[in-house]
């Protein structure tokens, strides 16, 4: 299978992983940031799930598409591209139960699951009709793909149309095989003709001098124990850092955080609230990165 688009983080998630432990968030925000966090990692799993199923040439893989197609925008979390058909894959990381008949999802109150019915019917549609303008005799397929193993699907088959980690090889199967590049290239790039960036992915607003400065793990973004002059540690997830991966990893998510912001050594070091000293930051920067100019707050690096 041939990655052609790759998956990119929003910038509220990276923001809201990297800022967790340094800022208060309300809990509107924590609530709103934490599904962005889940759906993301819901749709990691996928993505690995079908890499190692499918050989490399299987189909070619789109991540994260969103297409305008008459005056309709439709976000397709992944999708699979073959010579002859388009898989559409929803992806859904939950924690809830649901009941699947009659093609629709049900809350286990009985409640039909109205957001997600209309998303796959608006899917398949909106898709379908411009594919079908393209070539109307390659097919379009959607299929709901529920990650977290926690969950359970009450009704779905093993041959069914919806996709868990218990049946996703068995319903995949017929195509996984061989396919010809040229078509598939073909309506990759007619797809592509309607993307578009994502504009709802807001930049989040963060006030500098209410973030909590220090080292942080750039795995797991806890704060980090200094075990050496030149080294620290993470307790959380067994990770090791030296001076300079800690400067790397401030420039890094400065440079993420609030991209309009000067990176200089001043602030660097104030971002890693002096766990590393001045001298040390001025001399990994001066080594590593492009100086720009130089004002009264220090030299400007990129």
């Known amino acids: 299978m041939k990655t052609l688009k790759c998956r990119e983080s929003l910038h509220q998630t990276f923001c809201f992983r990297g800022l967790q432990a340094r800022y208060v968030f309300s809990e509107d925000e924590q609530e709103r940031y934490n599904k962005l966090v889940k759906g993301e990692e819901g749709e990691?799993?996928?993505?690995?799930?079908?890499?190692?199923?499918?050989?490399?040439?299987?189909?070619?893989?789109?991540?994260?598409?969103?297409?305008?197609?008459?005056?309709?925008?439709?976000?397709?979390?992944?999708?699979?591209?073959?010579?002859?058909?388009?898989i559409v894959f929803e992806v859904k990381n939950l924690s809830f139960d649901l009941n699947y008949r009659d093609g629709n999802f049900y809350l286990m109150n009985g409640e039909?699951?109205?957001?997600?019915?209309?998303?796959?019917?608006?899917?398949?549609?909106?898709?379908?009709?411009?594919i079908a303008q393209y070539d109307p005799f390659v097919d379009v397929i959607v299929y709901p793909f529920f990650v977290n193993p926690e969950q359970t699907i009450h009704g779905i088959?093993?041959?069914?149309?919806?996709?868990?980690?218990?049946?996703?090889?068995?319903?995949?199967?017929?195509?996984?095989?061989?396919?010809?590049l040229g078509p598939?290239?073909?309506?990759?790039?007619?797809?592509?003709?309607?993307?578009?960036?994502?504009?709802?992915?807001?930049?989040?607003?963060?006030?500098y001098s209410l973030v909590k400065k220090g080292v942080y793990c750039s795995v797991c973004f806890k704060e980090m124990q200094r075990i050496s002059q030149r080294r620290v540690f993470c307790v959380n997830c067994n990770q090791h850092s030296n001076t300079s991966d800690i400067v790397h990893n401030a420039?890094?998510?400065?440079?993420?955080?609030?991209?309009?912001?000067?990176?200089?050594?001043?602030?660097?070091?104030?971002?890693l609230g002096n766990g590393v000293s001045i001298r040390s930051v001025q001399r990994i920067m001066k080594n590593n990165y492009e100086r720009i100019e130089s004002h009264h707050f220090g030299h400007h690096y990129r």
Not at 113 to 118: H, I, Q, R
Not at 188 to 207: G, H, Q
Request: proline fraction near 2%; include cysteine.
């Open 44 to 86: 990691a799993i996928a993505d690995e799930l079908l890499h190692l199923f499918f050989q490399h040439d299987d189909g070619i893989y789109l991540c994260d598409l969103r297409l305008n197609i008459n005056y309709q925008q439709v976000q397709i979390d992944s999708l699979l591209v073959l010579d002859n058909c388009v």
């Open 112 to 130: 039909p699951f109205s957001a997600l019915n209309e998303q796959l019917a608006r899917l398949k549609k909106v898709v379908s009709s411009y």
């Open 157 to 180: 088959l093993l041959n069914g149309d919806v996709l868990v980690k218990d049946n996703y090889q068995h319903v995949l199967m017929e195509y996984r095989k061989q396919f010809n």
């Open 184 to 207: 598939a290239a073909a309506i990759t790039k007619y797809l592509l003709k309607r993307s578009v960036p994502n504009n709802f992915d807001k930049r989040m607003e963060v006030d």
């Open 251 to 271: 420039v890094k998510d400065i440079g993420k955080i609030w991209p309009d912001q000067l990176i200089t050594s001043k602030l660097i070091a104030d971002w």
